[in-house]
């Protein structure tokens, strides 16, 4: 294999890992546009919570106490995080989002900024602002094949999102569930005439939003810096994918995100890594401006 | 006036007059540092060092009071700078300390020495702090010049060192070390790859390090980031082969900036990483191990205090060795504070240059991290 093949296939892999990191994150963002036409600015904390629950788990509960190898305490670890995602997702829904949304739809959007500066400060005062050192087993083991290189850890992040997008997918296209959430996307008010609970759907939607929140914290914990702000360093780039993939769209936000990953990695080799932002955020104007709908067209039967 | 009250009005005078002249013999010292925020860990540390260093000072130091009041600058140079005029307003300190990065740094020094109170820096590096001719403005910390220098050349003349490739955050306080680094290095005819600079909010290095492991034969790797980015491209650059820790060749170089700890939390991949250090933990002069001792026994047996903790003491020794001298307000401790030669801290002896700029570096020394994670010293200067 020549160098160029070579560095072109490994930046390659790294921006598909890359990727599927934001894809993890953006999905949830998607998901609660999709049904509810509401942005989330809480979440990046649910990410957050997500990657504590995780390293709390992996570090303390599953080793010390279950006596788990690192191997299955992490895995255990990703399974909680998706849990914790879904009881927050739960409780805010009850607590805010649900009581604000027989009003005025701003509402329920500032509602969404309380609840981040209040889960932020409240982690703060939870676990305090020094970074934890959380690593996973499978970060350190790294794989060669010839010149290409990657963790396992990139493997299962991969895996792990693939697995979540089919799971996501088969939940929304096969099952009654589903349809209905589709329905109630499409129009609210038909499908509570066709006998579905719209309110029930909807906090389906945030609860599963809330999970893949979750689990992608516990999936960026062993990458990011972790701090009770950790989750807000890729909450801007999750931003920027929801819209260049088209604001609701499953498919195109799961585009995008590998497609910014591969940006992200090819910027970094050939312009430069203080570039990365330029970058992608000229790509997200160029979007607006270009194609406003996303890079797959909108179309509202279609999404989520 | 009958005689009871006249003696219980002039008791009452008495004590008010009393009291104005305790509350008047009080040194009040504002702590502007990131409480809330990415670089919060900052403000932790550094208050764990002022709170420990209070309590030499109970009793006073030649009968004045250190005072001190807490505030959240977050690291960002507009919250800065609304509470430094907040602090003026309300507190009206005679001394701050503060902030610790560059960029916030710099914007609250103009208001500082315009207001006339004294700026005592203990964490940035930026060069133009020092040399912009605030006059109330000090600082104990190596600027980037004095960080970078020494590692400049020691990657050329004991490393042996020709080709490098500079990492660093995109701040300030980053930009001055890379260049600090970069122009002695190449003066000396060594060649500098690239430069490779990154946000405080890029997470994931591998990228980066594969771009470095594609620019050939690499020497040396000065690294000038926070301790949590650090652990991430250590362990990039590992994976990538690029650096010893990794099975590679190049030597990742570190500057002051890097807390104690940092070699745990990187495991293998900090292998070889050479840096020098101000804050030594493991030095045996008393001073350290008095302040060692002290802070386990504070904070606990395990924990074992960085060089945040220890600048953030020294600040206080720093400003009641001034009071101790005569300063009372913030002209007098100016003035003390300028004439300081050789007096000892955690972190050294502080003998202020002209500008403010603290210039006794003798204790700055070398490290590089062994298998084990240890730290060896180098007698490398």
Known sequence: MSDLVALVVQQSLNGVYLGCLYVMVALGLTLIYGVLNQINFAHADFVTVGAFAAFFTATRLATRVLGLPDAGAYLLSLIVALGVGALLGLAVNAAVFAPLRRGDELRPLIATIGVSVLLENFQLWLFGPIPYQFDSPFSRETIRIGRIFFTAQSLLVVAVSASAIAALYAFMRFTFLGKALRAVAQDRETAGLMGINPNLLIALTIVIASALAGMAGALLGPVIVLTPFAGGTVIVKAFAIVIIGGFGNMQGTILAGILVGIIEAFTVQYLGSGLIDLVVFVLLLAMLVLRPTGLIAERKEENV | ?381
């Open chain 2, 1 to 381: 006036m009958k005689p009871l009250l006249r003696t219980t009005v002039a008791a009452l005078a008495a004590a008010v007059a009393f009291s104005a002249v305790a509350q008047d013999r009080v040194v009040r010292i504002g702590v502007l540092m990131p409480i809330s925020g990415p670089g919060s860990y900052f403000g932790v540390m550094d208050k764990e060092g002022i709170e420990l260093a209070l309590e030499r000072f109970r009793n006073g130091v030649n009968g004045y009071k250190l005072q001190v009041q807490y505030e959240d600058s977050a690291c960002s140079p507009l919250q800065a700078t609304n509470t430094a005029k907040r602090i003026l307003d309300q507190f009206k300190p005679h001394v701050v300390i503060g902030e610790e990065c560059s960029d916030a740094s710099l914007a609250i020094a103009p208001i500082l020495n315009e207001a006339k109170v004294v700026q005592l820096n203990v964490g940035s590096v930026t060069m133009k702090l020092t040399e912009s001719g605030y006059k109330y403005t000090f600082r104990i910390f190596p600027n980037a010049e004095q960080q970078s220098l020494p590692l400049a050349k020691v990657a050329y003349n004991t490393l042996k060192a020709r080709t490098a490739v500079i990492l660093h955050e995109k701040t300030n306080a980053g930009s001055d070390n890379a260049e600090g680094f970069k122009k002695p290095f190449e003066a000396m005819g060594g060649k500098v790859l690239a430069t490779i600079d990154f946000g405080r909010d890029v997470n994931d290095f591998t990228a980066i390090a594969t771009r470095i492991a594609s620019l050939g034969k690499v020497d040396v790797l000065p690294t000038f980031a926070l301790e949590g980015q650090q652990v991430r491209l250590s362990q990039a650059l590992a994976q990538a082969k690029v650096v010893k820790g990794g099975g590679g060749r190049a030597v990742q170089m570190g500057s002051i900036w890097l807390p104690y700890g940092y070699d745990q939390k990187a495991g293998q991949a900090a292998e070889g990483y050479v840096r020098i250090v101000q804050f030594d933990p493991t030095e045996k002069r008393k001073m350290v191990q008095d302040f060692v001792s002290a802070f386990k026994a504070k904070y606990g047996a395990d924990k074992v205090p960085t060089h945040i903790n220890a600048h953030a003491y020294d600040a206080i020794l720093l400003v009641a060795e001034a009071v101790r001298r005569g300063g009372h307000d913030s002209e007098s401790i100016r003035d003390q504070l300028s004439k300081m030669k050789g007096f000892e801290v955690t972190t050294g002896t502080i003998s202020f240059d002209a500008k403010g700029q603290t210039s006794d570096l003798s204790v700055v020394h070398f490290v590089e991290t062994q298998k084990d994670l240890s730290w060896k010293a180098l007698n490398w200067q």
